[in-house]
């Protein structure tokens, strides 16, 4: 262990040669000269005896052993930072001081910000962050905790966990449901505006399940399903989303389901950490209260 912790200050500087593949790259990265980085990868080598790296033209390569140890150093580092970050984030009691959590918005708006809320008073916790991301590679993990993503496994690197599959329903106000042509036999949304997020697959998708016509529609693209809803409940279109959504306005009868047929949508709902965080006594918890939610109040 002694031996170990006689190069562990070299290791900023040998993770940033190994990126670069450049000693003058990583030297101006960290502000020395490219001399004091050589210096530092002449005494890593010599303390662990691993030949780390080869010319390569005017930069530099990991060697098989120096690329084995660099993938040691980084989990190293990455397991080092989560764990000084875990170690901020408690007060001298042991209470947890702070907590940034990523939902998708229209499920923020639906149920997802106020089960965030209780937990975070629930656990005297007096920092709280909900930011805002659709899918895994648009969460800022360095500053993330835990996140509730609309997209689809694998995810590289983190822990994750099913929060619940997505059949997709129509849906609309009650005082647009007279303009739907229903009683017919070739049913049809003529002059009926269909509110999506994407290019039209999925009203294409659900209109051959249902057996209707979608000629003479109205299109409205929105950024987001939570516009989608949104207009929906104000009278101004059909919207095709999940029940997960829009459970309360159905329940309050600011919306109906005028169509029985539903479709499985293309992504799921999935909770995700990063892996070296998932143990952590808060974020198990937190995960816990999100699907026993969901368990209570199923789709």
Request: negative net charge.
């Given at each position: 262990?002694a ?23 990583a030297a ?122 609309y ?16 059949r ?49 529609s ?19 279109g ?62």
């Amino acid at each position: 262990m002694a031996r170990t912790l006689t190069f562990l200050h070299y290791l900023p500087a040998f993770e940033a040669v190994a990126r670069l593949k450049s000693v003058r790259g990583a030297a101006q990265e960290l502000n020395l000269s490219p001399g004091a980085v050589s210096f530092q990868m002449k005494k890593l080598a010599d303390a662990t005896g691993i030949t780390l790296f080869e010319k390569d033209g005017r930069n530099v390569a990991l060697t098989a052993a120096g690329a084995d140890f660099a993938q040691a150093v980084l989990v190293s580092l990455g397991h080092l930072e989560s764990a000084t970050r875990s170690a901020r984030a408690w007060d001298s009691s042991g209470r947890p001081m702070s907590l940034t959590v990523s939902v998708p918005t229209a499920l923020g708006i639906a149920w997802l910000t106020s089960t965030i809320v209780e937990f975070a008073e629930s656990n005297n916790i007096p920092n709280l962050t909900i930011n805002e991301a659709i899918s895994a590679d648009e969460v800022t993990w360095e500053a993330t905790d835990l996140a509730v993503v609309y997209d689809n496994p694998p995810f590289a690197g983190l822990h994750w966990r099913s929060l619940s599959e997505v059949r997709l329903n129509t849906v609309c106000s009650p005082m647009l449901f007279p303009r739907l042509d229903l009683q017919h036999r070739e049913r049809k949304l003529n002059g009926v505006t269909l509110l999506h997020e994407d290019e039209g697959e999925e009203w294409a998708k659900w209109a051959i399940a249902a057996r209707v016509s979608l000629e003479g529609s109205g299109r409205v693209r929105v950024d987001s399903v939570a516009q989608a809803v949104a207009s929906a409940v104000q009278g101004k279109g059909l919207a095709l989303v999940s029940d997960v959504l829009t459970r309360s306005y159905l329940v309050e009868g600011r919306l109906i389901q005028p169509f029985s047929t539903s479709i499985n949508a293309g992504r799921g709902y999935h909770i995700l950490c990063q892996e070296a965080r998932a143990k952590e006594p808060l974020i198990e918890a937190l995960i816990d209260r999100i699907i026993d939610y969901l368990r209570r109040n199923p789709a």
